[in-house]
């Protein structure tokens, strides 16, 4: 099977991250989908390492889930005070400063 | 060296275990973030060990120590040439050692140690139950307005995890204008960010702005940051590797050694093309230009006001090397793609930031949108492509970094029974209650204006001069439209400040500890001292000017 | 090189600046002595420059010169010719009559906070003002005077928006909105026009490669430097755009109006009888001396303007209702002059103009103050709410006759001799414009004299009938000013002989020669 | 010998600086001060004359260079006198009657507590006019024309509480000032013309250059001349500059300044020979003029007024004779001076008439005074023959010359010039004589004094008490003896000058002299002068001499209430210049502040508007930021993507 077309899917998984980001209001839904862009990303990695036969691609790929981990430490920790202090996780109630 | 030796590490994993080459790795040349990011740990283990009454001063002590010391190890390394001859790549291929990367780190390193002063500040807020505080939360887990925190406050705790998380960052930001290869500077990108979003979100006052702020920043952060790891695997897939040399090279078409298995992706420019364009978004976030500049405002009105010094000015710094150093090293192959482009981001940047400062009434949303303008002038020197345009930028952002933070400290001086005052219409007549004060933050707002004589003024013209020797002249039109708009909302703030009548209820300004006095200070005396005498510093960054690749 | 005079000429104001910003607050009066023997030594130390100055020798003198931002190719090049000359003292000159007629403006309100010391505040920014101008005077390195032709908006800023006539009519919030603005509108307009001509400036570097006049103008004597039609043109709107604010010529002169009216009389006269001396001395220096092809492309429509400022000025002086807007009017008149005789391209049309520019100071300076008085007295500026007074301050009154005889250019006084000189300068080259700009004096008449007629004569006015005279302070201001009218009047021969020789080096810069008469007459 | 030139001026310029800044330990024995000093200016000027007598006729000009004024390239203006014929004449006639009316206000400014400043103003007033005179160049004639217009500037508003008499001078200086514009302008045509503009090279080169060039600086200079001597069109603000006390009317405004203009024309002779238009120009506007004059004369009841209206006809004369070219020039000046004598007579006569009627100036209200004031009545009478120049007196003699002068003119302008100045003659006749008639002779029909505020032009010089009748008292002897001194002069300057023609001769060297033949002979001139003359008077007695004047002025008709008016002159002033001046200035106001302004405001309000709307993209809502971010990039690939593609 063509490599190539696990570049699309990559492509595609990448896109619907970033719209899920863009539609959904839930922050924890919105972290997640940032995720997914985030795994997209590995998914194309892995497969860019295959076509070019280097090992780089994979390797880069455990680094960014490693770094995604403690982006969800930090987002996590973030989002939880924000969700005990409004009882709620909507990103859109978190609009105090604007203009 | 040749690009797939770069990660050749990795590839020889296969090979039995009696047989692994030990990286080779330069810990003389990297000494100063290694210093930084140890301190950190350091620090963390402090927080879990030492006792909470003396961790304030073991972390304050701590970190000074180890940024002066990073700092030394910078000027030692300049000193020793690897900022001209010498310069090289170390820790195989991951991270530069040369004048901008140098120049740069010290910058980010004053500026940090500065910074790391207003954090310490414990004397603007009334003492609480007879201890002093500083300006983050007692204890960022508990509620705002809950039992536990006012049991937190009474019972004197603060957040002193604040330094080591602000080393951390520092060390982040050591790396990132020196970072080599794509993964590196995602990492770096990283390791400078998270640290950040905690810290936005630790005011002890307006806890809620500033978790709504951290929220902000964390999301939207790792959002670009998303897509600037999708462009980096475009990259990879376009070149076969991270490694900035390498990418450079194929960018050329000069490639060393064709790969049979690169030919097709390499035609493919594609990739390149949209790669680059992510990387570079995820960049023009960092640095604020429009329209990847929204974030900016926000976070900077919601966060803890020393941090958002720190941020201002020394992530810009970082993040402005980066740019430099991709541009620069990575894509000049690809400079006519790239420039119109960035043209038309500069523009941009420059117009909004300025025209949209005109109506705000928040000092820190102002000192934001004006960070966003300076960004914009910033720019137009990257956008040079010049040997003059690296030098300049470099000025321009060590000018910068110090009028930032010592405006931001002058920020937090000024109070009232919410803390900060904030608020322009409370700054009224601040000129005749405490004329000091108000004549220091003037002398801020010229610089920010580029009125000659300061700083800001011998930034500008720098950047402008380069601009139009890179044959940008309009951008040196609109930025002399824009400056003109900009002029006028600083002006605004002086007029306000000193010909406006006092109001009765106005805030009071706190008499700070010699740690905010210093910062204040330093920042007075690098404006006028650039100001007056840029000669000095011009030539520095003139000598380390020169990327290494 | 020698001893660094110029340089000490303006740092003794600008030391003195920041001693008497030191001055504690308990002793305002000390600061105010301060400031005034500084000025008094700087005053001494101009002077001895024009001696030192040879008429007949180089064309800049007392030069110094140092590297200062070798990146820039920017020197802290210094030098005087005439009319640098004339102008330094002429503010040196100026600035202890506006200390000493300021003398009590500043004055702290009781309300005030301890800590705030405006008086301190007010001598040390003239003092600094007074340090800057004289600096761009000097400056034979453009870099440097853009420099300080920018910095001083700052100081000066702060003298017009922070101290404003203390009885003024209506109430202080409403004096303090329009004085911001005033000030506000003062700097936006010179700041706009200042960061014109810095897009400018780094145009002249990117063609030129330095900032020295001197090296320009030779390498463009020497045809080593050879712009081209479209940059020159372009370089020179941005360098003239910004004096043209400075002057101020018509239509970017609405800042002065409300800048001088709302100020106080003193600074009212630093500002149009020194400060914006710096324009119309740039464009003699810079406009002429860097761009000369691009200035005589440009002289019809700055003839124009400049008439338009002359008779536009005076009209609108004629209709104006508060005494301080009407001098400010009649001196955008006056600075049309000025500019015409400057592009007139004739010598007597710019040694006129140089003259001009020194007489319009000395006699602005006269009828401000006086009116300065005036208005401390009865505490409005409305012109309205006088009436007599010559029948209650007589000496105050002739004094104020004569600077308004000055301001209309009588003969025997100061101004008469720059106004004729550059009225036969025009005349001799563009007759149309010469005759059209002889309508200035008529309508010059016209305001001054409805102005004394309306506060100074009549029936008096109950509020004006317990007035006081002029006292000894205000007396040794003015007099002296007069004193100098008439001299310069009836002699101004040491002023022409400084200026003559720097007039001719500049028009041999725009290549001009005067026309010469149709018949030249059997002497 | 030349260096007493400078004396002449310095006398009484010190006079005015001591006095004007002396203070007032001065008021004590200031007048006399000036007094004095006016004197020593005549008696230098008398030995002057005296040595200049003892020279041959050729080389009687005397020159003195003080200083270089005005050294710049091209362009050299000199202090420096020339006293010729010509100007002796002036000097004589100027320092001569200024010391006699000098004396004269001594008592006449007795109870003014600002006397020491009058006399200040005075000598100011002759410094700047024997300066005029003096002057070598146009220069510097240009300083002393302006100086005697603010000396007249200042002393008709002397009395500046009264808002009547500040317009008044302000009107004179303004009008003057229009004059002056034609005077600067004739100077830079010199200057371009001839390099220069001294007297001497100016006037000798005048063959070098075209005619239309001189036609130009001619008319220039006749405009000058206009403003200062009233002539049409610029004659308006002589009649209100009687507001001024009336020795300043005497000395200013009859006998030295507004004559000015006619030394300036005649001074600048070889220009005007050299352009018969401008010449013929100059003629012109004299001959109306002196009709104009002499018409609102008749109808003036103020008597200040009236002999204001005089002044500016016979001035008339003077121009129309210099407009005659040489045959003319000469019988100008010595018009000029025997109007110097009788003209300050007269005025002086009414103002020791003003002073005895508690200074009513309104003749209705005088009558038969000639048995009350002797002595006024005498000079005046002297005065009132040599004016309408009765046979012999001074009058005649100049007044004929020039009527002749007019006629040999000759062709149909000759008729046309001669016959205005004969007609002239016979209405100066008639207001003369009509002042005379309701001044001394008839009934009194003396009023109650008015108070001084409410009166439009009383003097508050002398002190009375108002609401009661004047009592008439002949004036004291500082005010008498000017007045005999001058009736003499009036008597006999003109024979004197006559016998055997030595004032022409006296002048030729300067002014150039050519004897006019008029078609019709001399005599027969002379004839219609007298025949002129006694019709004047025979209808002015039929009108106020047989039957009672009515002391409120009767409506008459339209042209006697146009002459009230000057001839409507002011009303179409008003109504075009300070109306239209009015209405331009106010619109220039409201342009200047809403459209030149308004751009400059505007554009900041604009940028503010912009500001507003951008401002809110900054929503507050993360996911909106996100949706930026995301089409920034989209935007940044695309045109990335468009680059390579282009």
């Known amino acids: 099977m063509n490599p190539v077309n696990y570049l699309y899917l990559a492509a595609l998984l990448f896109t619907i991250g970033a719209a899920g980001v863009l539609i959904r209001r839930n922050a924890i839904v919105l972290f997640m989908c940032v995720e997914l862009m985030l795994n997209a990303c590995n998914l194309a990695f892995v497969t860019f390492s295959r076509m070019h036969g280097n090992l780089d691609g994979q390797i880069i790929a455990f680094f960014t889930m490693v770094v995604a981990a403690a982006e969800v430490v930090v987002g996590l920790a973030i989002i939880v005070s924000l969700f005990r202090t409004r009882h709620s996780a909507s990103v859109d109630d978190a609009s105090l400063m604007k203009l | 060296m040749s690009p797939t030796a770069v990660h050749g590490l990795w590839t020889t994993a296969a090979d039995p275990l009696d047989r692994i080459p030990a990286p080779h790795i330069e810990y003389a040349q990297l000494a100063p973030t290694l210093i930084v990011v140890g301190a950190a740990v350091i620090g963390v283990l402090v927080e879990a060990f030492v006792p909470r009454r003396a961790r304030y001063l073991t972390q304050v002590f701590l970190a000074f120590a180890a940024l002066a010391s990073a700092f030394a190890a910078v000027v030692a390394l300049a000193g020793a040439g690897y900022a001209s001859g010498k310069a090289q790549i170390a820790a195989m291929g991951a991270i530069a050692v040369d004048g901008p990367a140098l120049f740069l780190q010290g910058t980010v390193l004053l500026a940090s140690v500065v910074a790391v002063f207003t954090f310490a500040e414990r004397r603007l807020d009334p003492a609480a139950h007879g201890n002093r505080v500083d300006s983050f939360a007692a204890q960022a887990a508990s509620v705002p307005g809950s039992e536990s925190e006012q049991a937190a406050v009474k019972a004197g705790f603060t957040t002193t995890e604040v330094f080591p998380l602000a080393l951390f960052a520092i060390g982040g930001m050591l790396i990132f204008p020196a970072a080599n290869d794509l993964l590196t500077l995602f990492v770096a990108l990283e390791v400078l960010s998270l640290p950040l979003y905690l810290l936005c979100a630790l005011a002890r006052r307006q806890r809620l702005m500033s978790q709504e702020a951290a929220v902000k920043y964390f999301l939207l952060g790792a959002f670009s940051s998303a897509f600037l790891l999708f462009g980096i695997a475009l990259l990879y897939g376009y070149a076969g590797s991270v490694s900035y040399a390498a990418i450079a090279d194929v960018v050329d078409g000069t490639v060393a050694r064709m790969d049979p298995a690169l030919a097709a992706t390499m035609g493919n420019d594609a990739l390149l093309l949209i790669g680059g364009a992510l990387v570079l978004m995820g960049l023009l976030f960092k640095v604020g230009a429009v329209p990847f500049h929204m974030w900016t405002p926000d976070v900077y009105q919601g966060a803890p006001t020393p941090v958002t010094g720190f941020m201002a000015a020394a992530t810009k710094v970082a993040a402005f090397g980066a740019l430099l150093r991709l541009l620069y090293v990575v894509l000049p192959g690809m400079r006519w793609d790239w420039r119109p482009v960035m043209w038309g981001v500069a523009i941009l940047t ?41 030098s300049s930028v470099l000025f321009y952002l060590g000018a910068y970094s110090f009028v930032t933070i010592g405006a931001f400290a002058v920020v937090t001086l000024v109070r009232d029974a919410g803390g900060e005052a904030t608020h322009l219409s409370k700054w009224a007549g601040l000129g005749r209650r405490s004329p000091l004060t108000a004549a220091v933050f003037a002398v801020f707002l010229l610089a920010f204006a580029g009125i000659p004589l300061t700083s800001g003024f011998a930034g500008k013209f720098a950047v402008f001069k380069a601009a139009a020797e890179g044959g940008a002249g309009a951008l040196v039109v609109v930025g002399v439209i824009s400056s003109a708009i900009a002029a006028f909302f600083y002006i605004r703030v002086i007029v306000l400040m000193f010909f406006s009548e006092p109001k009765p209820d106005g805030p009071t300004v706190a008499v700070p500890s010699f740690l905010t006095t210093t910062t204040i200070a330093v920042g007075v005396a690098v404006t006028v001292a650039l100001g007056l005498f840029p000669q000095y510093f011009l030539d520095l960054a003139g000598s380390a000017s020169t990327f290494v690749r | 090189m020698g001893f660094p005079l110029l340089t000490l000429t303006a740092v003794v104001p600008a030391a003195g600046a920041v001693l008497t910003a030191a001055v504690p607050a308990a002793r305002r009066t000390a600061a105010k002595w301060l400031a005034l023997l500084v000025s008094l030594a700087t005053l001494a130390l101009a002077v001895l420059v024009a001696v030192r100055f040879e008429p007949g020798g180089a064309r800049y003198q007392l030069t110094e010169s140092h590297w200062w931002i070798k990146d820039f190719g920017v020197r802290y090049a210094l030098g005087v010719d005439g009319i640098g000359v004339a102008l330094i003292v002429l503010t040196a000159l100026l600035v202890p009559f506006v200390i000493a007629a300021g003398w009590h403006d500043a004055d702290p309100l009781e309300t005030a906070s301890k800590r705030w010391r405006p008086t301190q505040g007010f001598f040390a920014l003239i003092l600094a003002v007074e340090a800057m101008v004289i600096i761009s005077f000097e400056a034979t390195d453009v870099f440097l005077f853009y420099i300080f032709f920018e910095a001083m908006l700052i100081p000066m800023y702060f003298l017009i928006g922070g101290f404003g006539d203390r009885a003024h009519s209506g109430s202080d919030e409403n004096a303090a909105a329009q004085r911001s603005y005033a000030a506000v509108k003062f700097l936006l307009y010179n700041l706009v026009g200042g960061l014109i001509m810095l897009a400018a400036v780094i145009g002249l570097y990117v063609v030129a490669g330095n900032f020295s006049l001197v090296e320009i103008a030779d390498a463009r004597a020497a045809g080593k430097l050879d712009m081209a039609t479209n940059t020159e043109r372009l370089l020179f709107l941005g360098f003239f755009f910004a004096f043209a604010v400075k002057a101020p010529l018509w239509p970017l002169h609405t800042w002065l109006p409300n800048a001088m009216g709302e100020a106080t009389a003193p600074v009212a006269v630093l500002i149009t009888a020194v400060v914006d001396k710096v324009g119309t001395f740039a464009m003699l220096r810079f406009c002429l001396g860097l761009f000369p092809e691009a200035s005589k492309w440009a002289t019809p429509v700055i003839l124009v303007l400049a008439l338009i400022s002359i008779v536009y000025g005076a009209l609108l002086a004629v209709g104006q209702r508060d005494i301080k807007r009407l001098v400010a009017y009649a001196s955008i008149s006056h600075f049309g002059f000025i500019v015409l005789g400057i592009f007139a391209m004739t010598s007597q049309g710019q040694s006129g103009a140089t003259l001009y520019m020194v007489n319009h100071g000395l006699s602005t300076a006269a009828l401000m103050l006086v009116a300065g008085f005036l208005i401390s007295r009865r505490g409005s500026r409305l012109i309205a709410d006088y009436g007599g007074v010559q029948k209650v301050a007589p000496v105050l009154a002739g004094t104020f006759l004569i600077g308004g005889l000055a301001t209309l250019s009588l003969p025997g006084l100061a101004p008469f001799v720059s106004e004729f000189l550059v009225l036969v300068g025009t005349f001799a080259r563009y007759p149309v414009v010469g005759i059209v700009a002889t309508f200035g004096i008529v309508l010059a008449a016209l305001y001054t004299l409805v102005l004394y007629q309306r506060t100074m004569t009549g029936p008096v006015k109950e509020e004006v009938s317990g007035m006081p005279d002029l006292r000894l302070r205000e007396l040794l201001v003015v007099a002296p000013l007069i004193v100098l009218l008439i001299g310069l009047g009836v002699y101004p021969k040491p002023l022409t002989e400084i200026v003559n020789p720097a007039v001719e080096h500049t028009l041999s810069d725009v290549k001009q020669k005067d026309p010469a008469p149709e018949v030249e007459a059997a002497k | 010998m030349e260096n007493l030139i400078a004396l002449l001026v310095a006398a009484p310029l010190l006079g005015a600086a001591v006095l004007l800044c002396g203070g007032r330990r001065l008021d004590k024995t200031g007048h006399w001060l000036g007094t004095l000093l006016a004197a020593v200016s005549f008696g230098i000027g008398a030995v002057l004359f005296a040595d200049m007598l003892g020279k041959g006729a050729e080389d009687r000009a005397l020159h003195q260079k003080l200083f270089s004024w005005i050294p710049v390239e091209g362009f050299q203006a000199d202090v420096a006198f020339q006293l010729d014929q010509l100007s002796m004449t002036f000097v004589l006639l100027i320092s001569g009657v200024g010391t006699l009316i000098h004396l004269y206000s001594v008592g006449y400014m007795e109870h003014d507590e600002r006397r020491r400043r009058f006399f200040g103003y005075l000598n100011l007033f002759l410094a700047a006019m024997l300066l005029l005179v003096l002057a070598d160049n146009y220069l510097l004639l240009y300083v002393g024309w302006e100086g005697v217009g603010l000396a007249s500037y200042l002393l008709i508003g002397f009395w500046q509480h009264k808002p009547s008499a500040a317009t008044a001078a302000k009107k004179a200086f303004l009008v003057n000032r229009v004059g002056d514009m034609g005077l600067s302008i004739a100077i830079m045509l010199m200057f371009t013309t001839f390099g220069t503009f001294a007297f001497g090279p100016v006037l000798s080169s005048v063959g070098e250059t075209s005619e239309g060039t001189l036609t130009a600086i001619g008319l220039m200079l006749l405009l000058a001349a206009c403003g200062k001597s009233a002539q049409v069109p610029l004659q308006s603000w002589l009649g209100d500059a009687m507001e001024g006390p009336t020795p300043v009317s005497a000395l200013i405004h009859a006998a030295t300044m507004v004559t000015a203009g006619v030394y300036l024309i005649v001074r600048s002779g070889a220009i005007f020979n050299a352009s018969p238009d401008a010449q013929l120009v100059v003629a012109i506007v004299g001959a109306v003029t002196l009709l104009f004059g002499a018409i609102v004369g008749c109808a003036k009841d103020d008597i200040k007024k009236a002999l204001a209206g005089s002044t500016m006809s016979q001035i008339g004369y003077m121009v129309l004779a210099a407009g005659l070219g040489p045959i003319g020039y000469a019988f100008a000046i010595m018009h000029l001076v025997t109007h110097g004598f009788f003209k300050a007579g007269l005025f002086l006569g009414a103002g020791s008439v003003m002073h005895a009627m508690n200074d009513e100036v309104d003749m209705r209200k005088y009558g038969g005074l000639r048995r009350y004031m002797p002595v006024t009545f005498a000079t005046f009478g002297l005065g009132y023959l040599a004016i309408i120049g009765f046979p012999g007196l001074s009058g005649f003699w100049s007044k004929d010359k020039i009527i002749e002068a007019a006629f040999a003119k000759g062709g149909t302008e000759g008729w046309i010039l001669g016959g205005v100045a004969l007609l002239g003659a016979a209405i100066t006749a008639f207001y003369m004589t009509r002042v005379m008639l309701m001044t001394f002779f008839g009934e009194k029909r003396w009023q109650p004094a008015p108070d001084a505020d409410t009166a439009p032009s009383a003097e508050p010089a002398a002190e009375h008490r108002a609401g009661e009748l004047p009592h008439p008292h002949e004036s004291p002897k500082t005010m008498t003896i000017p007045m005999i001194v001058l009736a003499f002069g009036s008597v006999f300057a003109g024979g004197l000058f006559s016998l055997n023609e030595s004032f022409v001769k006296w002048l030729e060297p300067v002014t150039s002299f050519e004897h006019g033949h008029p078609p019709i002979g001399a005599a027969a001139v002379t004839g219609a002068t007298v025949v002129a003359l006694i019709a004047g008077v025979g209808i002015a007695y039929a009108m106020y001499g047989r039957r009672p004047v009515p002391v409120v002025a009767p409506r008459g008709s339209v042209l006697t209430r146009a002459a009230r008016r000057d001839l409507l002159q002011d009303d179409f002033n008003h109504v075009v210049l300070v109306r239209g001046g009015e209405h331009l200035t106010r619109s220039l106001v409201y342009v200047d502040h809403s459209l030149v302004d308004g751009v400059v405001n505007g554009t900041a309000a604009s940028v503010g508007g912009l500001s507003g709307r951008l401002r809110k993209l900054q929503n507050g809502y993360a996911r909106s930021y996100a949706v930026s971010m995301f089409g920034g990039t989209a935007v940044l690939i695309a045109a990335t993507l468009l680059m390579r593609g282009v």
């Open chain 2, 350 to 390: 420059m117009l909004a930031g300025a025209v949209i400062a005109v109506t705000q009434t928040d000092v820190k949303r102002l000192l934001a949108y004006s960070s966003i303008a300076h960004a914009g002038f910033i720019l137009a020197g990257v956008i040079a492509t010049s040997k003059d345009g690296v």
